[in-house]
């Protein structure tokens, strides 16, 4: 892999610090955690980590509320903790991409604490501050993503400020000079310590439009929040955000072999080409077409296929879970019928052959069901306030199990922040260790073809069948032309064949009178001569 240019076709393995493994007995996971597990990380072949925020935070929104950007959380160590394990990442010739939550702070932050206070004060505009209407309402119509209203009322200040998310965390104002500088400065702070790049968390809600203008109706026929009902056309994807990233892409350029991938929520295709066309915008980028319900195949291959292949096109990134969404073993499991057992390695085998950066979630390897968190243990402020309706994030981020036991080998302590899945438990790393058939073997294997394979992981892609629960494209390069199948239904499928392709890898498939013959929920990559 070129060493400009790594993170094309790379896979990097997410780690969520609070579930990761906790190394001081709090019931919470830490830096010296994820330091003590790289090993685990290299042994699945990754190339590298993306690490949720472990910044000061006051953790209303568990770390995506950052109260300072510059340094650790106590609950997760010190900077120097940080740069051991940073330290001890590069030994291991893994790279380390850090969140940075931009587009808000928390209200503890002492840039909100002093914008509060009156209009007049220096930071009185780095801040989205609004008058409100003549009749006491809130600005604009906006709505935020945890329901209700995007806008609070600010006694002090006589005003509204805007937040996209919790109240807790009040939107920054791009459109000040002064704003701008200070974000490119904390990526400047970072890239000087040696991280090799930043996940930036929800990118497309930096700006805002200006005038405040009302967001359309959605039309959305059954709604499960309020933010549902509208277009967020004016709150969100403002054509200003591409010259921020083009000059953070300028300071980038400036420090060595790194990168940039924006999540953008929840995005759209033309969304990711505009964020990353051309040599001067993000590296990649990444939205939730497939981190919802089950798209089906036809859906699938035509989000897959819209991604054009020329020079000045974007590069796109692509993952099935992550801390935000219910596990895609659980998720989209159900929704075709598959058991656990057989849907993970069938969705893993997926995910990596496709064209693009690959994230793969903790536990994933493992084939991790969602976990099951009663209503007592919940944590997740999204989940308590839309519970039975919704349980929110927690049973995503329940802890890592290393070890079949009670605590799973995640804590010494009695209790764990989020309580620990017996179902999860069974799954262990270490049980995992010792089958030779087991999930996180089936990762590593798939992995490594996938890195052996420049087609699997910088080639072409073209569709070649997708109908009646069957995928099947090609990824090609230099005459090395690579077959994917997958039977995503619960019936036999049976395909044609030229030739006498090499079998790369295969779940339940086999080739038999010149076709592939795909049992219900099974996979098969092949070398096709």
């Not at 604490?113 to 008058?131: G, I």
């Not at 003549?134 to 006694?155: I, L, R, V």
């Amino acid at each position: 892999m070129q060493r400009d240019a790594w993170w094309r076709g790379a896979v990097l393995y997410q780690i969520y610090p609070r579930s990761f493994l906790d190394t001081n007995g709090d019931g919470v996971g830490d830096l010296k955690g994820i330091a003590a597990k790289l090993d685990h990380v290299k042994s699945l072949g990754a190339d590298g980590v993306w690490l949720s925020p472990f910044f000061k935070s006051p953790m209303r929104d568990f770390g995506y509320d950052v109260s300072d950007y510059r340094d650790v959380d106590p609950m997760f160590g010190t900077l120097d903790d940080f740069k051991a394990l940073l330290k001890a990442a590069h030994g291991r010739d893994l790279r380390v991409i850090i969140d940075q939550v931009w587009s808000h702070t928390s209200s503890d932050h002492a840039w909100f604490q002093e914008s509060r206070q009156d209009r007049t004060n220096a930071k009185a505009d780095w801040y989205v501050w609004a008058d409100p209407k003549p009749d006491g309402s809130p600005p604009s119509n906006w709505q935020a993503w945890f329901g209700g209203p995007a806008w609070t009322w600010e006694p002090r200040r006589r005003q509204y400020y805007l937040h996209n998310f919790l109240p807790t965390q009040p939107q920054l104002n791009f459109h000040n000079d002064d704003v701008r500088a200070a974000i490119i400065d904390i990526a400047r702070f970072w890239l000087a310590m040696g991280v090799d790049g930043f996940r930036l968390d929800v990118a497309n809600y930096y700006f805002h439009d200006a005038q405040l203008r009302d967001n359309p109706p959605s039309g959305d026929p059954a709604p499960a929040l309020p933010r549902n009902m509208q277009v967020h056309q004016w709150n969100s994807d403002q054509p200003e955000t591409l010259a921020f990233i083009a000059r953070l892409r300028e300071l980038m350029d400036g420090h060595g072999a790194n990168m940039a991938v924006a999540e953008l929520a929840p995005g759209s295709y033309a969304l990711m080409h505009d964020y990353t066309r051309t040599g001067g915008r993000l590296h990649t980028a990444y939205a939730f077409d497939f981190l919802g319900a089950w798209p089906g195949v036809e859906k699938m291959a035509a989000i897959l296929s819209q991604w054009r292949e020329g020079a000045e096109d974007g590069w796109p990134s692509w993952a099935f879970s992550n801390h935000d969404v219910t596990r895609v073993a659980t998720r989209w499991g159900e929704a075709v019928g598959a058991a656990a057992p057989r849907a993970a390695p069938l969705f893993m085998a997926l995910l990596l052959s496709l064209r693009g950066t690959i994230f793969l979630y903790q536990g994933e390897e493992l084939g991790l069901p969602e976990g099951d968190v009663p209503f007592d243990k919940l944590q997740d402020p999204w989940g308590i306030a839309g519970w039975p309706a919704t349980k929110g994030r927690d049973g995503c981020r329940t802890p890592m199990p290393w070890k079949d036991e009670i605590m799973a080998g995640f804590t010494k302590a009695k209790e764990a922040w989020l309580p620990v899945d017996a179902r999860q438990r069974g799954l262990a790393v270490e049980k995992q260790e010792k089958l030779a058939e087991s999930m996180l073997h089936t990762t590593r294997a798939l992995i490594a073809l996938r890195k052996g394979s420049v087609a699997l992981s910088r080639g072409s892609f073209s569709v070649v069948e997708a109908q009646g629960g069957v995928l099947v494209f090609d990824r090609e390069v230099d005459g090395e032309r690579v077959r994917c199948a997958f039977n995503f239904a619960n019936d036999q499928a049976m395909l044609p064949l030229e030739g006498k392709p090499d079998v790369l890898w295969s779940a339940d498939a086999v080739i038999a009178g010149g076709k592939l013959v795909l049992e219900p929920f099974s996979a098969a990559i092949l070398k096709l001569v």
